[in-house]
């Protein structure tokens, strides 16, 4: 069993940065790939990044990369997303995931465990 809970939402201007982290706990976890997700009001959750057990290997999907950055802490137990040159479109619940597996893609159902979401809100 993994528990997940993020931190770091909040209200940012346009162009902006915000740092979302999650903690992570549980026996398996530096063994679970993990994963961020978001939700926009009226939209399904979608994919946003993803990163290895061992850190070594990251996907994003397009409308995030060269903004975004995923990181793990497996010391720590914890995950984090950096997001820079924040946009309006950015607005959304944004969700910590974790798998077990090595390697997390983009589906919504090879997730395992979800945190509670936090909100990220980008004024223009």
């Known amino acids: 069993q993994v528990q997940l809970v993020e931190s770091g939402g909040g209200l940012v201007q346009a162009g902006g940065s915000l740092r979302l982290s999650c903690a992570a706990s549980g026996r398996t976890y530096s063994n679970y790939c993990m994963g961020w997700f978001r939700q926009a009001p009226g939209k399904e959750r979608e994919f946003v990044a993803a990163?290895?057990?061992?850190?070594?290997?990251?996907s994003y999907t397009d409308s995030v990369k060269g903004r975004f950055a995923i990181a793990r802490d497996n010391a720590k137990n914890t995950m984090s997303l950096q997001m820079n040159s924040l946009d309006p479109e950015d607005t959304a619940v944004y969700y910590c995931a974790a798998a077990r597996k090595a390697i997390c893609r983009s589906y919504l159902s090879e997730y395992d465990y979800w945190g509670q979401g936090t909100q990220v809100t980008v004024s223009s």
């Open positions: 990163i290895s057990w061992s850190g070594s290997s990251t």
